[in-house]
Each structure stands twice: as structure tokens, then as C-alpha cells.
């Protein structure tokens, strides 16, 4: 049972022909996904700072963006969640995700890096993955400087956000460092195969369809075998043990509802600490559109309070 709000959205997308993100180029994609956001994202809330930042990456600078909660002192050394926006791997920016990026640090009660990935199809896979990687080894790295706490720093993102941080979360355990606190995975992409039960009974007529995901994936993937890669299709990875929490978030009606519960079960299954919440009556991408779906704002207070958990336990495990 689709949510009432959610399926006037879609009738509202409808009756004012705005076209599929697979009917147009990259770059009037990234151009369309900027602008309609007011129409659907609640205003910004205030935050306490808000910092222009670039990490070293492999090749050449990542922006990133920090924002510190408001109600802090300067000097208060904070808890961290880096963050990586959704967007096929595609479109999507710093901007787009703002207010829900400032949502979560004010929530949280921590300070928010989001990083601005290279994308395709300018830059193809494994590109995003290793800015990502890049940008989370800096952010601990420079913790101190940054006034971060660098026992208390998670990762998350939605979609191919969520693809992202579930990457990074595995490189930095196979590399031994560093430890993270938490993986804040939102409506993640998994496996790039699409062939999750999810794919076909969703594909169609819920804003994200089976057209638009493969519009993604070609743009970000030039060759099918890299499907099978764990930094594509981190469900594939042979082994999930030894992994930070985790709070896993999908949508019912969302093509990627299945593969988000199959990487939170197998997540479990290989011994992690995992929250599996499903808004079932949801269509994917809806936790950025609080402006016009009520449960938007109760899927970010799920992962404020998720995040705070997370850290408190780190703190308490210390």
C-alpha cells in the first residue's frame, strides 16, 4: 500500500511531463536533480559551521563539505559521520544532499564531511570507490585538526551513497585502520547484477525504474564483469565478518528494497551488530523529500538517533 503523499508525488511527476533521468544527457541530469530538490526537500536547517574542505585523492583533490551541529562550542571535539550522496554514481553533489546532511548533524550531535566523488561517466569505476576510501583515510588522519573524535567516525550515504559507504567500511577493515563506529547505509545499491526479486516487482512506475538503474550503471560501468567486483557489488564481498554496526534503511517500493535486506541479513548471518528498517510504504530517494513525505522526517530521526547510539557506545566501549 503505497503512502498516500508518495503517490501524489508520482502523480504530480506525471502531469508535469518532467522526463526520466534515463531520457537525458549526464549533464541535463545533474542540472534537473539540482533544481527540483527545493520543490521536495524542507528548507535547510541552521547549523553551527559549515567549512570548505579538500583531502588528497588519487587523482587530484576531493571537496569535501564539514558541518559541525549547532549548539556546540568551536572547540568541542565531535563524533563524525563522512558522508557520500546518492546519484547513480552520476549526478548528485554536495548540494543536493545538504539539508539532509545538516538534518543528521544536528540530530546526531555530530559533525558531517560530505564528499564530492568523482563520477561517471567522466570518470568510470573504480573511481568513486577510491575518492571515497581517499576521503575517509584523510578525514582520520586529520581528525585532530578537524576537532574530531577519530575513535568515533562512521560512514554512510543513500543509494549509491549507500554503495559507497558499505565499500569504504570494508576497505578500512581489510587495510586494519580505521576502526569505524557505525555504517549508516540508506536504500544501498549492493549488487550491480540487479537480480534481486525487488528489480522486477518494482521496476516500473516508482521513480527509480529498471531504465533509470541501468542508465546509472552504464554510465558508471563500462565493462559487466566489474559487476561482480566488491567494490561495486559489495553483497558479493566473500566475507562480511568483523564489520562496524550498522543500520540498514530500504523503502518497500523501491527496486532495491530486496538487495538492501540480503547485505543487512548477510551483515547478521556473519556475526555483526545490524538494524533492518523497512518503510514499506516508501518509493526510493524519499528520505530527501521531508518538504512534501511525512515519513521522510521520521526516517532521518531514525538515523539521528541511530548515529548517537552509536557513538555513545563507541564512547562507552572506551
Not at 22 to 50: C, F, M, W
Not at 86 to 111: E, Y
Not at 148 to 154: G, H, N, P, T, V
Amino acid at each position: 500500500m503505497l503512502d498516500p503523499q508518495a503517490r501524489a508525488l508520482l502523480d504530480l511527476i506525471e502531469q508535469r511531463g518532467i522526463p526520466p533521468t534515463h531520457t537525458l544527457s549526464p549533464a541535463d541530469a545533474r542540472r534537473y536533480y539540482r533544481e527540483r530538490r527545493a520543490a521536495t526537500q524542507p528548507e535547510p536547517p541552521p547549523i553551527g559551521e559549515a567549512r570548505e574542505l579538500q583531502a588528497p585523492g588519487p587523482h587530484g583533490p576531493i571537496p569535501l563539505r564539514m558541518l559541525r551541529p549547532v549548539g556546540v562550542s568551536k572547540d568541542a571535539v565531535l563524533p563524525a559521520l563522512v558522508f557520500f550522496h546518492g546519484g547513480g554514481w552520476v549526478i548528485g553533489d554536495l548540494d543536493t544532499h545538504d539539508t539532509l546532511c545538516r538534518q543528521l548533524a544536528n540530530g546526531a550531535g555530530c559533525a558531517v564531511l560530505a564528499v564530492d566523488y568523482r563520477m561517471g561517466p567522466e570518470h568510470r569505476f573504480p573511481a568513486a570507490a577510491e575518492d571515497c576510501i581517499a576521503a575517509l583515510n584523510w578525514v582520520v588522519r586529520e581528525a585532530t585538526a578537524l576537532g574530531l573524535d577519530a575513535s568515533r567516525i562512521a560512514v554512510g550515504g543513500d543509494s549509491a551513497g549507500g554503495n559507497l559507504a558499505a565499500v569504504v567500511a570494508l576497505a578500512a577493515r581489510d587495510a586494519g585502520a580505521p576502526a569505524l563506529a557505525y555504517q549508516l547505509l540508506i536504500y544501498p545499491a549492493t549488487d550491480m547484477r540487479a537480480v534481486a526479486p525487488s528489480h522486477a516487482r518494482n521496476g516500473q512506475g516508482y521513480l527509480l525504474t529498471a531504465d533509470t538503474i541501468a542508465w546509472f550503471h552504464d554510465h558508471y560501468i563500462d565493462d559487466r564483469r566489474h559487476d561482480l567486483d566488491w567494490r561495486a557489488s559489495p553483497l558479493l564481498h566473500p566475507d562480511l565478518k568483523g564489520l562496524p554496526p550498522a543500520l540498514v534503511l530500504t523503502a518497500g517500493y523501491d527496486p532495491l528494497r530486496d538487495e538492501g535486506l540480503q547485505y543487512a541479513q548477510r551483515l547478521s548471518e556473519a556475526g555483526n551488530r545490524v538494524s533492518y528498517v523497512c518503510f514499506e510504504r516508501q518509493i526510493h530517494g524519499f528520505i530527501l523529500m521531508g518538504k512534501v513525505i511525512d515519513e521522510a522526517n521520521d526516517a532521518v530521526g531514525c538515523c539521528a538517533a541511530a548515529l548517537m547510539r552509536a557513538f555513545d557506545n563507541a564512547v562507552n566501549k572506551a
